[in-house]
C-alpha cells in the first residue's frame, strides 16, 4: 500500500494567517493527490484533486502544488470556517490511501 | 443536485454482518463517468477506503478488508451497499458513501452524511 504521511499535526495558526500543510507519499503517485476538509461531524468535502485543481466552489484562497513526491496545500489567508481537519489522499493505485490528517486549531 | 444517503442498522452484534445500502438520488448510479465507494472513520480517527464498484458490477476492495467484504449494485433501486461480515469492535466506525470520479483523478466529490455503526453486544 502507499502511505501518506501529513504534517504539522497539529497546526495552530490565527484568523489571516497563510499555512502550508504537507503530505509526502511512500512511492510515486504522479498528481493522483486530492485534499479534504473536514468539520466535526461532518463528511470530508473535496478541495483540490489531481494536487492543484480547485474543486468547484471552493474559494481560491485554497491552492495545492506537487514537487515529486511531497505536495502542499495552502491557504492564503485564514478565516474562521477554515479551523478544520484536512485530509490528503491518493488515488494512483489502490487502495486509495489517506494521510492520517492535519487539525488545524485556532492559536 | 445529487445527493447520497446512508441506511442501515446503527448496532451490531460482535461476529455478526453489517449490512449498510446507500440510496442516491438527483442522479443515476447508472452514469459511466463514475464510481461509488465506501469509506469508514473509527471514531476520532482518520479515513479507511473499504472499496468501489462501478455501476455495472467488478468491485475492487481493500486488501485488508477483502475476505470480510461485498459491495453490490442495484440499477432498478439506484443503490449500492455494503456487507462486512465477522465484525469485532474495531469495525466500530462512521460509515459514508460516496461518488468518485471513474477516470483520470478519481476524486470523491459527493458523499453521505455518513452512519455511525457500533459493535457491541
Known amino acids: 500500500d502507499i502511505q501518506m504521511t501529513q504534517s504539522p499535526s497539529p497546526l495552530s495558526a490565527s484568523v489571516g494567517d497563510r499555512v502550508t500543510i504537507t503530505c509526502r507519499a511512500s512511492?510515486?503517485?504522479?498528481?493522483?493527490l486530492n485534499w479534504y476538509q473536514q468539520k466535526p461531524g461532518k463528511a470530508p468535502k473535496l478541495l483540490i484533486y489531481a494536487a492543484s485543481s480547485l474543486h468547484s466552489g471552493v474559494p481560491s484562497r485554497f491552492s495545492g502544488s506537487a514537487s515529486g513526491t511531497d505536495f502542499t496545500l495552502s491557504i492564503s489567508s485564514l478565516q474562521p470556517e477554515d479551523f478544520a481537519t484536512y485530509y490528503c489522499?491518493?488515488?494512483?493505485?489502490?487502495?486509495?490511501?489517506f494521510g492520517q490528517g492535519t487539525k488545524l486549531e485556532i492559536k | 443536485q445529487l445527493q447520497l444517503q446512508e441506511s442501515g442498522p446503527g448496532l451490531v452484534k460482535p461476529s455478526e454482518t453489517l449490512s449498510l445500502t446507500c440510496t442516491v438520488s438527483g442522479g443515476s448510479i447508472s452514469d459511466s463517468t463514475y464510481f461509488w465507494g465506501w469509506i469508514r472513520q473509527p471514531p476520532g480517527k482518520g479515513l479507511e477506503w473499504i472499496g468501489s464498484i462501478y455501476y455495472s458490477g467488478s468491485p475492487d476492495y481493500n486488501p485488508s478488508l477483502t475476505s470480510r467484504v461485498t459491495i453490490s449494485v442495484d440499477t432498478s433501486k439506484n443503490q449500492f451497499s455494503l456487507k462486512l461480515s465477522s465484525v469485532t469492535a474495531a469495525d466500530t466506525a462512521v460509515y459514508y458513501c460516496?461518488?468518485?470520479?471513474?477516470?483520470?483523478?478519481?476524486?470523491?466529490?459527493?458523499w453521505g452524511q455518513g452512519k455511525l455503526v457500533t459493535v457491541s453486544s
Open positions: 460516496a461518488r468518485h470520479l471513474g477516470s483520470w483523478s478519481y476524486y470523491f466529490d459527493c
Open positions: 489522499q491518493q488515488t494512483y493505485s489502490t487502495p486509495y490511501t
Open positions: 512511492q510515486t503517485i504522479s498528481t493522483y
